[in-house]
């Protein structure tokens, strides 16, 4: 149920936001030198790693490491870049993953591959069952700001709840977030 509610969510989230994603794509590529697309290694179920696109936001040659282990993050934006993240538009080009079941519309997010820390305490919760999200409990209790341990916490938390109902609420609350700019770092 949960993949067929996803791909229906796909689809139609492509159909509605193709041409600001197309537009999103032309802005990258005229702002800035590199690939308008993002590839980033991540940590999928049962620990396999995928590849997951974002709207290149850094600048080329970025360290690959979590944003907020950079000593300074700003000085990697490209001129867009900080509004793509702000609005969370970076992540928009997720919704492939989505759709070939990499991930889902929501669980834990998906980790990077030298975030060796967050993928043993998952892997010790038995977090690593769950599909990765492009949204989760997680992310709409803190995201950026919530301490690893914090965040494993309520990835087991929703891991125990999972359900359509609960998968829709965590969705709405999204959405608001998205919408207030909460939590959002860098």
Known sequence: MKRIFDLCLAFFALLLLALPILFIA?????????HVLYWSERVGRDNHLFRM???????????????????????YLTPIGGF??????????QLWSILVGDMSFVGPRPALFNQDDLIALRTAAGVQGCLPGLTGWAQVNGR???PIPEKVALDTEYMQRQSLGFDLTILWMTFIKVLRQDNVSH
């Open 53 to 75: 696109p974002k709207f290149r936001s850094m600048r080329v040659n970025t360290p690959a490491v979590a944003t907020h282990l950079l000593v300074n993050p700003d000085a």
């Open 144 to 146: 950026d700001e919530l």
């Open 84 to 93: 793509l993240r702000r609005n969370s538009l970076d992540e928009l080009p």
């Open 26 to 34: 032309l802005l990258i590529r005229l702002s800035s030198k590199g």
